[in-house]
């Protein structure tokens, strides 16, 4: 009988289990580099020290140490492609389950991920916005900025996921459909590039008919290339990059295109209910939303402050209005 290398496990692997698109693609990337190093390897002589070394010795395409999020996530796809073989009686045990994730080397300046939440203040924001080179590009940065949007759900929608002022997010993360809402700012910006969505001359050459050029204007990808062909994830960070150029993090990092979304659920965790924010931002777990209250200091020290110089003025109002009464 021949034995399966692990490489033909991987590709198992991939074709059978069900995940969102975002998370297939974390997983083939991850797996891909697993493969590169095991492949030829049967898949019942991996051992936890092989395993370790391996996770341990990724590194960057300059050959930096990957960060403590990034092997940790190599872990993760690891672990549940090795459970997955367990169930499938593939192996007899999972080793990874005798390795423990990488933790944070805090002399070094590192930090778990998840304990890092970076995000723009209004200033940064309207820098990059006005530096967008097209309505496209501005309506798509406002839109996650003010709508809370995965990058990867904004570059989903079509143009029929927006009516009246509601977005319809079809394909969130768990491919779970939720719906949030388009700020007063959005909405102008919307009716703005639906006017020059298409490119006349993708009109011309597309559409044979007056019914099909309607069509092509009115529905399909919301977010497209020059060529009428959905934009995807690459162009549109390369897009943020260039209205983002020589902008820093308080830290030194390089701002990313995600941070626009943090940016929306930091700036409102002081002023609506949690669950709402949840539910906008499309949270499966409360938890991570009240990460965001964790860094909302300014919003409660703003709040704080507002009363403090509202305090004397209600109190004289509240004496005036004893006076007033005492005077009867």
């Not at 073989?85 to 080793?95: E, F, Q, V």
């Not at 970076?118 to 924001?125: G, I, M």
């Not at 990059?241 to 659920?265: M, V, W, Y």
Request: glycine share 4%.
């Amino acid at each position: 009988m021949d034995v399966m290398k692990t490489a033909e496990y991987v590709v198992d692997y991939l074709n059978k289990i069900q995940k969102d698109n975002d998370t297939m693609k974390a997983y083939s990337l991850d797996l891909e580099k697993f493969v590169n190093t095991f492949g030829e390897r049967d898949i019942t002589d991996l051992t936890k020290d092989n395993l370790e070394e391996y996770l341990n010795s990724l590194s960057t395409r300059s050959g930096k140490k990957v960060s403590v999020a990034t092997q940790n996530r190599h872990y993760a796809t690891l672990s549940c492609f090795f459970n997955y073989l367990l169930r499938a009686g593939s192996i007899n045990d999972n080793p990874m389950k005798k390795i423990e994730r990488r933790r944070p080397l805090k002399d070094q300046g590192e930090a778990n991920n998840k304990e890092i939440i970076r995000y723009l203040d209004k200033e940064t924001v309207n820098v990059i916005l006005s530096r967008s080179r097209s309505l496209r590009e501005e309506f798509l940065f406002d839109l996650l900025y003010s709508s809370g949007l995965r990058i990867s759900e904004a570059l989903s929608l079509n143009v029929q996921d927006i009516r009246n002022g509601v977005i319809h997010v079809r394909q969130g993360k768990g491919n779970k459909a939720r719906i949030t809402y388009l700020s007063k700012s959005s909405e102008k910006l919307f009716k703005k590039f639906m006017e020059k969505r298409v490119p006349e001359r993708v009109v011309v050459s597309k559409a044979r008919t007056i019914e099909e050029a309607k069509k092509l204007q009115s529905e399909g990808a919301l977010f497209t290339t020059n060529n009428g062909t959905r934009l995807g994830y690459h162009r549109a960070n390369q897009l943020f990059k260039q209205a983002s150029e020589d902008l820093k993090n308080p830290d030194g990092t390089a701002l990313t295109i995600h941070q626009l979304r943090h940016t929306f659920c930091t700036e409102r965790v002081g002023y609506i209910d949690i669950r709402v924010l949840q539910k906008l931002a499309g949270h499966s777990d409360i938890r991570t939303t009240l990460r965001y209250a964790k860094v909302a200091d300014k919003v409660a020290k703003k709040q704080f402050a507002k009363f403090d110089e509202d305090r004397d003025g209600i109190l004289a109002d509240a004496e005036i209005e004893e006076d007033s009464i005492s005077s009867y």
